[in-house]
């Protein structure tokens, strides 16, 4: 798994975090979630439970910490070679991995953590940063008008997240389609 | 508080209800969240643990259903005789009580309940039907044309809850007003 932002990659920093990381989805996939405790994930992973403490504050953190590193996209959104099918390809692919099981799963943990620890803000980048660059490749073609990537997260990502959150009837790739043509609409296309 | 919609007013369910979520309030008060559990609350309430069990499941579960109560709106949307003066001021009503401290936290409990409970789903219920009232005025009024429900539950809702929980940067009273605004622009008004 890719490493903090903060953490140094290869330092011991990064390596405590990779190998913590990993034990909580080992133990987690054998034992469940329920058994997870900071003794039990020290101990796979190598080091005192007081590293984990020092490092992450409480179990709660740690799997939000880890539930973020799992939301992380695995590869940039698919190029078409137009906005739109990129936009409404991208909206149908986020809805289903943040709706399925365990995309839910790890949304609610990543919003355990404090909000000192940024856990939910990073989701949210990871987002935007996908959003920025379906709409930079669309700039480089010469697509225009686009829509602002606020106006992305504000009428695409946040009606899916909401819904998948607290409302989730009605929710399907069409849905994610319809939001994607309607910020297009509401920028000129 | 309020019963939950199955509870029979008046019933012994009601009353053990009541009597929990008020527990529950007073010790978080008292000792803050850290130092619930179970049997501390059914103590306080005056009933066995196996009750709280029994009906709620576990703690978290608990913790969940007492949230929600507390992001039941106490009172309708103000009246201002006008669409946008309505809309406006409950959008930034909203906002205001749902970014406070009190109101993350109970928005974060309340997504810990199973997706069964329905917890989650009761909050942007809650949501909607102050929506409802706000647009069943202005029908009533003769305000046309009018925008739907589900649109100013996806581009007013959706992103102030969006940002609040994950994306807390530029929230502001008018950013508030100016949802509503795009979202009344975007029904003709």
Known sequence: MSPKPMARPGGRSARVQASVHAAVRELEAERGRAALTVPLIAARAGVTPSTVYRRWGDLQELLSDV???RLRPEADPDDHGDLRAD????AEHFLEEMSSTPGRAYLRDALLGTPESGNASRCSDYAADQVDLILGRAAERGEEP???REAVMDHVV???LYRILFRTEG????YARGLADAVLKDAGR
Not at 87 to 90: D, F, G, H, V
Not at 171 to 174: I, K, V
Request: glycine share 6%.
């Open 67 to 69: 539930a973020v590193e």
């Open 87 to 90: 936009l409404t390809a991208w």
């Open 146 to 148: 686009l829509p602002g």
């Open 158 to 160: 946040a009606p899916l």
């Open 171 to 174: 929710l399907s790739p069409e």
